[in-house]
């Protein structure tokens, strides 16, 4: 008697839960469309206003002052991570208009959220000529308004003039021919 009873009360445990309502659904938000990028940095810093002031330790060890570059046009250009594709593009671009740059007498200051070792190993292994300031704690990412989402900055450029004012902001950088707009962007400040 007592085997008949588990096996009944297996079966009506078994056809309830065959039976039950399947369980509502969470909850559901809907996902907003895809914000202008006022909305998804709307603190970037604007042509007109003043640089930051940033001081700090490039990866090859040289200190670095915003402060101090003033008389010279900077180029401040974050992205995402080291020696990853875009990024590497990018990089090989600008090192490959360093000389153009250079007659402007332009600085070149690329900044990521790894450490300096990660940027010494990245400039060594693509010979790139120009300092990469760390932001590891992202100060110099919000000094600039610079997103910051999963770790990783947003890819945006900074063209800084001689009076040590934003010149020109490129919010949406496609990192294939990036180096060009720089150029660009430096050539309109003569």
């Known amino acids: 008697m ?3 009873s588990v096996i009944a009360l297996a079966l009506a445990i078994a056809g309830c839960k065959k039976t039950e309502a399947p369980p509502a659904p969470a909850a559901t938000v809907a996902a907003p469309a895809p914000a202008p ?3 998804d940095a709307p603190n970037l810093l604007t042509v007109g206003a003043p640089a930051p002031t940033i ?3 490039a990866h ?8 101090e570059l003033k008389g010279r046009p900077v180029i401040v250009y974050f992205y995402p991570k080291d020696d990853t594709p875009g990024c590497t593009v990018e990089a090989q671009e600008i090192r490959d ?7 402007a007498n ?4 690329g900044v990521s959220t790894q450490d300096n070792t990660s940027h010494r190993a990245f400039a060594s292994k693509y010979g790139l000529p120009f300092m990469l300031l760390p932001d590891e704690d992202h100060a110099i990412a919000k000094a600039f308004g610079v ?28 990192p294939k021919g990036h180096s060009e707009e720089i150029l660009d962007a430096l050539r309109s400040l003569t």
């Open 55 to 57: 001081e700090t330790q």
């Open 37 to 39: 990028l006022s909305a």
């Open 97 to 103: 208009s360093f000389a153009d740059l250079g007659k």
């Open 60 to 67: 090859n060890g040289q200190k670095v002052s915003l402060a």
């Open 106 to 109: 332009a600085v070149v200051l």
């Open 147 to 174: 997103p910051v989402k999963n770790g990783y900055a947003k890819r945006v450029t900074f063209v800084i003039d001689k009076q040590g004012k934003i010149a020109k902001v490129f919010p949406e950088v496609n």
């Open 2 to 4: 007592r085997a008949i």
